[in-house]
């Protein structure tokens, strides 16, 4: 009589992290996510438990939503550090910020000075800053809860804690991008991106103030919002050969039409950016 073959060891079923059969593979590992399993034990494998579609989007990694947000982001980082500022300008913004938060409201001529009612614009490199920390905390929130949820949901289905490293590549995404755009945003790399991107502008705006009689009030060039605010001086002054663009407090960019940079700016910094133009800091900056 024959015997029935023993099928014990046939019954593989389903990753518990992300669905994806595991029959027939020659490791035990899931290749969608990277989760370990023991053919030997039904426990480390979905024997057929219906997951729902929620605890199915628990258990997945962030995807293009958080993805959009980052990118949102990276862009209002690296645009709020195209203007050059003085060293620890947003760190002090920000101490201004909490200060002042922390004072009762009848203080009224206080909150007046803050930049409340235009902090969620684009209008300046403090108010791009604002706009920058309040996404990445929105993004850092996001991912947290993602990942808690993720370990609470699997660890409920299976009664297993979730695999640490199950799509890590995916997961390791946004912390990524975040470390890179704060190493970028300590450099000088975007405000020497926002001249060469706006250099047309730049130029167009010598010649324009050379014909104009030597100044012109503040315009928006390039990525270079208007300084400074509300035309209280000219934005750009053309004199003696030499024109001045005041792209932020202290800060400025110098045309020479000699292409060599003038011996009384010994006090302060200077930074050629081509052969005319000139990347010019106060020295108590």
Request: positive net charge.
């Amino acid at each position: 009589m024959d015997t029935p073959p023993d099928t014990e060891h046939e019954k593989v079923g389903a990753c518990w992290e992300c669905g994806y059969s595991l029959r027939g593979l020659p490791t035990p590992r899931c290749p969608e996510c990277g989760r370990p399993f023991n053919p030997a034990d039904p426990l480390t494998m979905n024997m057929g438990v219906h997951v729902s579609p929620l605890a199915q989007w628990f258990m997945r990694p962030p995807g293009w939503p958080i993805h959009l947000l980052t990118a949102a982001a990276v862009i209002m980082s690296l645009w709020a550090c195209v203007a050059p500022t003085r060293p620890n300008a947003f760190v002090d913004h920000l101490t201004r910020m909490y200060a002042f938060s922390s004072m009762p409201f009848g203080y009224s001529s206080v909150w007046d000075d803050l930049p409340w009612r235009t902090m969620f614009s684009v209008s300046n490199p403090l108010e791009r800053f604002c706009i920058a920390g309040s996404l990445w905390l929105l993004i850092a929130a996001i991912w947290i809860v993602r990942r808690t949820a993720r370990g609470i949901t699997v660890k409920r289905l299976s009664q297993q804690r979730a695999a640490t490293f199950a799509y890590w590549r995916r997961w390791l995404i946004t912390p990524v991008i975040f470390g890179a755009t704060i190493v970028i945003c300590r450099t000088s790399l975007p405000t020497y991106a926002g001249f060469w991107c706006s250099r047309g502008k730049f130029n167009q705006a010598v010649l324009d103030a050379k014909s104009s009689g030597g100044w012109l009030p503040p315009r928006r060039l390039g990525f270079f919002d208007p300084y400074p605010a509300a035309g209280k001086s000219p934005q750009i002054l053309s004199r003696d050969g030499e024109t001045l663009v005041a792209v932020e407090y202290r800060a400025y960019f110098i045309y020479r039409d000699s292409g060599q940079p003038d011996p009384s700016w010994k006090p302060t910094t200077f930074k050629r950016l081509s052969s005319n133009w000139f990347w010019v800091t106060s020295g108590s900056q």
